[in-house]
């Protein structure tokens, strides 16, 4: 295993995480019910990500069972608490609320304090503000780190690269969270800011979010070789210095060895993987109606995440990346904040795009071409069942005392 210097936190972690968000049945309600099978997968995992030198851990309370199984499963491994590093997540919106919470998941991990605690969700500028008010949830973390039971402070973001900007430079917090992979790299600058102020960059979900690279179109697969996806983009990935960790929701023990496969000690900013990364670019430059995702088109006035879109558009054209924009493109209008934006069929083809856009691309008809092609009513209905399953598990949780 590798390990690396967690920025400001001095902590040395391993480049993978154990992400804790896909053990078996995890986000089944209610979270402190947990089946034997859940267990015995946790347990399993966990065993040997530690066998294999892997020493940090990520939950968060949203992931349903997933504290509980990790308390379990550490405690029945009997893992000295100096072999890991434990981090969770929460978004309390006040500071009363704080205190409370922290305390509940120190309970369901059966830990007396957490390595790493991270605000959970920074996802637009109302969040910013709520998380960072005076006497509000990041002023209490920081009054539980005084106190010991939470050692470093970060965020989480799914944001626009602005706000994760205005959250870093807030200068309250020890690492970040974030989005940034070869095929999304909008978040560059953040990733650098980090690095300027030497917060800790971790990187959330590079095989699923960043292009289901389990899965990857024959095309990626071939320009890919002879890496797989998942070991180029983690290679591409652990060539920024700035970045510390990825993050792996590991579940099954096959796992293992596809994203061992990204470890390549120094050799990662090689010629050859210069190589495959110029191969990669190619097919862009060759799409008609390239969106270089500049943003310069926003806000639009039905609320149509245009860029990001046209982000599955230019994967779509450049590497018939189809399963991932469908993945994607229809969770949109069910994710809240996590994922915001309207299909791009609410077009209006009012125009107030047009003269923003530099590259005096056809908005309207592309979004409607790309809509076409990526909406999936079924997918967008389970999608939304399954939300509706969450936040009907949440409402019970606030109203019924004592329901877990």
């Keep these: ?27 089944n309600p209610p979270r402190a019910h947990l089946p034997a099978e859940s267990v015995r997968n946790c347990i399993e995992i966990t065993r040997q990500a530690l066998k294999l030198g892997i020493n940090h851990f990520e939950t968060a309370h949203g992931y349903m069972k997933s504290e509980n199984l990790y308390g379990v499963a550490l405690k029945e491994l009997r893992a000295p608490r100096e072999s890991f590093k434990m981090m969770s997540k929460g978004a309390p919106m ?18 007396d304090y957490l390595d790493f605690y991270g605000w959970h969700g920074i996802n637009n500028e109302e969040r910013l503000n709520a998380a960072i008010k005076p006497g509000g949830p990041v002023e209490v973390l920081h009054r539980l780190r005084e106190e010991g039971l939470i050692r470093h402070i970060g965020f989480s973001t799914h944001a626009s690269l602005d706000i994760i900007l205005q959250a870093l430079n807030t200068d309250l917090f020890s690492f970040v969270n974030l989005h940034y992979y ?12 980090a690095g300027e102020k030497d917060i800790g960059v971790f990187i959330i979900s590079p095989n699923e979010k960043g292009g289901m690279l389990w899965n990857p179109s024959q095309k990626v697969e071939e320009t890919c070789h002879p890496l797989t996806a998942i070991e180029f983009n983690g290679r591409f990935c652990l060539s920024h210095p700035e970045i510390t960790t ?28 210069h190589e495959i990364q110029a191969k990669m670019d ?6 008609s109606g390239l969106c270089t995702l500049c943003a310069e088109c926003l806000p639009c006035p039905e609320e149509i995440n245009i860029p990001e879109v046209l982000r599955f558009r230019n994967l779509l054209q450049a590497y018939d990346m189809v399963d991932y924009g469908r993945f994607r493109y229809n969770m ?13 069929s609410k077009c209006t083809e009012c125009g107030d795009c047009l003269p923003r856009c530099p590259e005096k691309l056809e908005i309207p008809k592309l979004l409607f071409d790309t809509h076409k092609k990526l909406f999936d009513r079924k997918a967008w209905a389970k999608n939304q069942l399954f939300h509706c399953a969450v936040l009907i598990a949440k409402f019970l949780r606030k109203f019924i005392p004592g329901l877990t």
Excluded: C, D
């Excluded at 295993?1 to 972690?13: A, D, L, P, S």
């Excluded at 949109?332 to 791009?344: D, I, L, R, Y």
């Design 1 to 27: 295993m590798e390990y690396r210097r967690f920025g400001k936190t001095e902590e040395n972690i391993s480049v993978i995480t154990l992400g804790g968000m896909r053990f078996k049945n995890g986000w």
């Design 94 to 111: 006040t500071g009363e609320e704080t205190r409370t919470l922290v305390e509940e998941q120190l309970t369901s991990l059966k830990m």
């Design 182 to 193: 070869y095929f999304f790299q909008r978040n560059l600058a953040a990733v650098r800011l």
């Design 246 to 273: 990825l993050s792996m929701g590991i579940h099954e023990p096959k796992h293992f060895s596809q994203n061992l496969s990204i470890l390549n000690g120094e050799k990662r900013a090689s010629p050859a993987i």
């Design 282 to 287: 190619a097919p862009l430059s060759k799409i």
């Design 332 to 344: 949109f209008e069910g994710e809240g904040h996590w994922f915001p934006g309207n299909f791009a």
